[in-house]
Structures are given as structure tokens and as C-alpha cells.
């Protein structure tokens, strides 16, 4: 039996700022730190041994700066400045000896073949989203601007790994198979992804019952050059940017009867993600 933990530190700190008649700003900090012994994510299996385990951590720290603005009366500005940062490590329970594994997941034991690992991400973010009431038109700007760092650890079978046909040939020693992976780096890696995104809507209201709803979005994912490639294989030495994501959109929403008691809805667009 392996006990299994999660233990969670959460905490949320809010302040709102009324500068001036029409302009309210609001800071939050957000932090979440959890570690768990031997973490669910790394083996869960019963015939998972202790010391092929490890101690897992998710921590999170965010600053989030919101700027509301009423710069006529018709028109509305929101701005937001994202600061934050995750880490993410798993270490493991030992680090003594490979990974060893009795045919047939009858037993597995040692270093975890893709452990010690980690993924950090900080990240900068800005958005800002304007709004201006024309008649019965609302018409809506934005941007999105995501710039993200990482460093990350990740080397499979760099420690070795162990294969036995059955306990008398681990008892002889006499493995089945055995691999293991080198990297220059040692399975490190730092690199930085910016996200773009901007959109443009409307919503018409051309009568009371009826509203149409209608734009065009941009997304783009601006991808990093590798510092290193396998001269084998040329396509490693770089990273393609997919740069027509145009997504257009449009939505409408129908009172049939005109007394608010039923209401036929329906949309189609285009999305992508990262």
C-alpha cells in the first residue's frame, strides 16, 4: 500500500481603487501552491512499488491589474496587465536505481525512467477591450497579447531502464532488454511562445425581437527557432508559424412571441486553439 497525498495552500488578495468618477481600477494576487507524495500522475498502478514514485508540486502566483474606463457616454475601455508564473516539478523517491521492470507489470520498481522533470512558465499577458454604443449597433474591439517563458526538463529513459523476463532472470541478472537516452542539455530546454490575438465584432438589434451578432477574430502563435536540430532531418531546424487563423463568427438571438418567454438561439463560426 502507497499513501498518496495532496496537500493545497490557496489564498486570494482583492483590491478595488475608484480613481475618479469613471475610472475603477482592481488588483487581485492569486496563489496556489500543492505538493503531493508519490503523485498520482506518476504511477498509479498496483503493482507500483514506493520507490518508483515521486513528490509532486503545482505552484501558481498570479498579479492581475483591471482598468475600467468610461471615456464617453458611449463609449467603455477595459484594460488588463496578467503577471504570473507556474512550476511545476516531480521529484523522484529514489534516485539510487533504474527503472526495473518485471515482465508483465508484475513488479516495477527504482527511478522513475522520465524523472527528475519540470515545466516552469512565466508569462506576461495584456488585454484590452473597447466598446462603443452606435444606435443599435454595439461595437466591440480587442487585443490579446500572451507572452510566455519556459524551461523545461524532460529526459525519458536518461537514468536507464530495465526489462526482466520474470523474477529468476532479475535474480541472475540476466536482463531481457535495457535502454537508455543521453541528451547534451540533459533534457533541458528554455524557450519562449507570444501569443496574438485581435478581434472586431457588432451586435445589431434591427428590431426589438431580433438580435444579430457578427465578427472576425485573428489568432496567432508566434513559435521560437530550436537551438539546436538533428542535421538528419531538416524539418527540426525550425518551428512553422500557422498564420492564416482567421476565424469569423455570427450569432443571433430571436424572441419568437416578442414578450421575452421564448427565445430561439444559433451561431456559427470558425475557432482555433493552441
Not at 161 to 171: G, I, L, P, S
Request: hydrophobic share 30%; glycine share 8%; net charge negative.
Amino acid at each position: 500500500q502507497i499513501d498518496m497525498t495532496n496537500d493545497s495552500t490557496v489564498f486570494l488578495v482583492k483590491a478595488d481603487w475608484q480613481i475618479a468618477s469613471n475610472n475603477l481600477f482592481s488588483v487581485r494576487w492569486n496563489y496556489h501552491d500543492t505538493e503531493g507524495l508519490n503523485g498520482l500522475y506518476t504511477n498509479p498502478y498496483p503493482s507500483t512499488w514506493r520507490s518508483l514514485n515521486s513528490t509532486e508540486g503545482n505552484s501558481f502566483n498570479s498579479a492581475v491589474g483591471n482598468l475600467n474606463s468610461v471615456l464617453g457616454t458611449n463609449t467603455f475601455n477595459e484594460a488588463i496587465l496578467q503577471w504570473s508564473q507556474e512550476r511545476r516539478p516531480r521529484t523522484p523517491n529514489t534516485m539510487l536505481i533504474p527503472e526495473t521492470e518485471i515482465y508483465g507489470y508484475t513488479a516495477t520498481f527504482g527511478q522513475k525512467s522520465y524523472l527528475p522533470n519540470k515545466l516552469d512558465e512565466d508569462r506576461i499577458q495584456l488585454i484590452d477591450n473597447f466598446t462603443h454604443y452606435l444606435g443599435n449597433h454595439t461595437l466591440k474591439a480587442g487585443i490579446n497579447f500572451d507572452f510566455t517563458h519556459y524551461d523545461n526538463v524532460f529526459l525519458y529513459y536518461g537514468y536507464g531502464y530495465y526489462t526482466f523476463n520474470d523474477w529468476d532472470d532479475f535474480f541472475e541478472g540476466d536482463a531481457g532488454n535495457y535502454r537508455q537516452a543521453f541528451s547534451a542539455t540533459d533534457g533541458a530546454i528554455v524557450f519562449d511562445i507570444d501569443y496574438y490575438s485581435f478581434y472586431l465584432q457588432d451586435e445589431w438589434r434591427p428590431s426589438n425581437n431580433l438580435t444579430l451578432t457578427y465578427g472576425l477574430r485573428y489568432d496567432l502563435q508566434d513559435n521560437p527557432t530550436p537551438d539546436m536540430s538533428n542535421p538528419n532531418y531538416e524539418d527540426t531546424a525550425y518551428i512553422p508559424n500557422d498564420t492564416n487563423n482567421w476565424s469569423p463568427r455570427i450569432g443571433f438571438a430571436w424572441d419568437i412571441s416578442g414578450d421575452g418567454k421564448s427565445v430561439l438561439r444559433g451561431g456559427l463560426g470558425r475557432f482555433y486553439d493552441n
